[in-house]
């Protein structure tokens, strides 16, 4: 039996035209967080001006740099939850496609932070977005590896499914760790949203191979 004969009687859908939905929404992701920098103007070509560009916009910089690392860790995590699917269907791309609608707000998210670089709202914003992807993430695979629905049972292990789930989880739990060290100091929050996606892409590289 064919795919596209096995897809029709199944209901399954081809991953292809997913994935490369969220490699636009991704890449015009990282597009949009460029846009948002504030670049000094051409008045400001002395040494004075240009520390004085850099110490003002130091928060800019690096709200910018936490939102680009976060975006990079997810599409990393993507590809690699994507790597074990066979198929999709309309249940999972339903779930992926809100949490491809999480990726394209982190642009607006760091926008929100640059312009209020001291306060609290729009790291709560940030680390809001963040649980989101993250819960949508462990939802889409726990729908796809339930009964082997959208994974083969060859390629996945029990294991391999548990350690993926819990995965999932990592960035949110330093999501909402963060949002409660915001209220302490805000360069708390910068911190911790720095090194969680880290500690995320060290747990891919030691995920269970297939």
């Known amino acids: 039996m064919s795919t596209d004969v096995r897809q029709r009687i199944t209901g399954e859908l081809s991953l292809d035209r997913l994935e490369r939905m969220a490699d636009i929404v991704f890449a015009v992701a990282i597009l949009l967080l460029l846009?948002?920098?504030d670049f000094a103007s051409e008045e400001s070509s002395t040494a004075e001006k240009a520390?004085?560009?850099l110490t003002h916009n130091m928060s800019q910089t690096l709200g910018y740099a936490i939102s680009f690392i976060l975006v990079a860790y997810y599409w990393i995590s993507h590809q690699e939850y994507f790597s074990y699917y066979r198929s999709t269907n309309k249940v999972h791309t339903f779930i992926e496609l809100i949490f491809l609608l999480t990726i394209a707000g982190m642009p607006f998210n760091n926008q929100f932070i640059v312009a209020f670089p001291t306060e609290i709202a729009p790291r709560l914003a940030i680390s809001s977005d963040i649980v989101a992807a993250g819960l949508l993430t462990f939802i889409s695979w726990s729908y796809a590896t339930y009964g082997n629905r959208l994974v083969d049972a060859s390629e996945v292990d029990p294991e391999t499914v548990r350690f993926m789930r819990y995965q999932a989880l990592v960035l949110p739990a330093c999501a909402i760790v963060a949002a409660g060290c915001a209220f302490i100091h805000p360069f708390a929050w910068d911190i911790i949203l720095t090194i969680g996606?880290?500690?995320?892409?060290?747990?891919i590289k030691r995920s269970p191979k297939k």
């Open 35 to 37: 846009m948002t920098l």
């Open 197 to 203: 996606p880290l500690a995320g892409i060290a747990l």
């Open 51 to 53: 520390l004085e560009y």
